[in-house]
T-cell receptor, first 114, second 116 residues
Framework: AQSVTQPDIHITVSEGASLELRCNYSYGATPYLFWYVQSPGQGLQLLLKYFSGDTLVQGIKGFEAEFKRSQSSFYLRKPSVHWSDAAEYFCAVVGGTSYGKLTFGQGTILTVHP | GAVVSQHPSWVICKSGTSVKIECRSLDFQATTMFWYRQFPKQSLMLMATSNEGSKATYEQGVEKDKFLINHASLTLSTLTVTSAHPEDSSFYIC????????????FGPGTRLTVL
């Protein structure tokens, strides 16, 4: 069955520290991959996406992501976290027989300490 | 570009009443719109997929007679929660995608429904 897993439910980092969130997927072929961010009580904002080509993609707000096919993983990274980055981050995937439907990971809550 | 709005942003209603939530794509034509439900501290759960001019496709376990979805135009979809009960209280989020997109969905800001 197709699935998306975010191993970390909650991550705490200090402001200025680097961040890496992992997303694992299980699909027959390389799906389209997305990272979204959600602030409390808000909708989702797209940070970046991967369709094909260069496995390192740049997004908004200083985020970047790396697709590692051999690991079936999609890493979200930021070199220096700001307090405003505190939010919940969702990995999402479109692929296989999902007919355009997004499958979301469980989400990772990011807390930023001053 | 690619802005999706939802109205209302929050609503409180009495048990047994119906509530309509609107989802609009403001600057693009959305051939497909999706409705999600999100419980506190949980991920988004897809409720249904709607294509303009056709009946919505509901996910397993979602009552289509309770959650009525209409996608009458390329910029508007509505979700009506009929005979709402307290257990229907949740955060409802819509998203929209273009025909030319590769699965990319643009999300609305969500609607907080509280049923008393």
């Amino acid at each position: 069955a197709q699935s998306v897993t975010q191993p970390d439910i909650h991550i705490t980092v200090s402001e200025g520290a680097s961040l890496e969130l992992r997303c694992n997927y299980s699909y027959g072929a390389t799906p389209y991959l997305f990272w979204y961010v959600q602030s409390p009580g808000q909708g989702l904002q797209l940070l970046l996406k991967y369709f094909s080509g260069d496995t390192l993609v740049q997004g908004i707000k200083g985020f970047e992501a790396e697709f590692k096919r051999s690991q079936s993983s999609f890493y979200l990274r930021k070199p220096s976290v700001h307090w405003s980055d505190a939010a919940e981050y969702f990995c999402a995937v479109v692929g296989g027989t999902s007919y355009g439907k997004l499958t979301f990971g469980q989400g990772t809550i990011l807390t930023v300490h001053p | 570009g690619a802005v999706v709005s939802q109205h209302p942003s929050w609503v409180i209603c009495k048990s047994g009443t119906s509530v309509k939530i609107e989802c609009r794509s403001l600057d693009f034509q959305a051939t497909t719109m999706f409705w999600y439900r999100q419980f506190p501290k949980q991920s988004l759960m897809l409720m249904a997929t709607s294509n303009e001019g056709s009946k919505a496709t509901y996910e397993q376990g979602v009552e289509k007679d309770k959650f009525l979805i209409n996608h009458a135009s390329l910029t508007l979809s509505t979700l009506t929660v009929t005979s709402a009960h307290p257990e229907d209280s949740s955060f409802y989020i819509c998203s929209a995608s273009e025909a030319s997109g590769r699965g990319e969905q643009f999300f609305g800001p969500g609607t907080r429904l509280t049923v008393l």
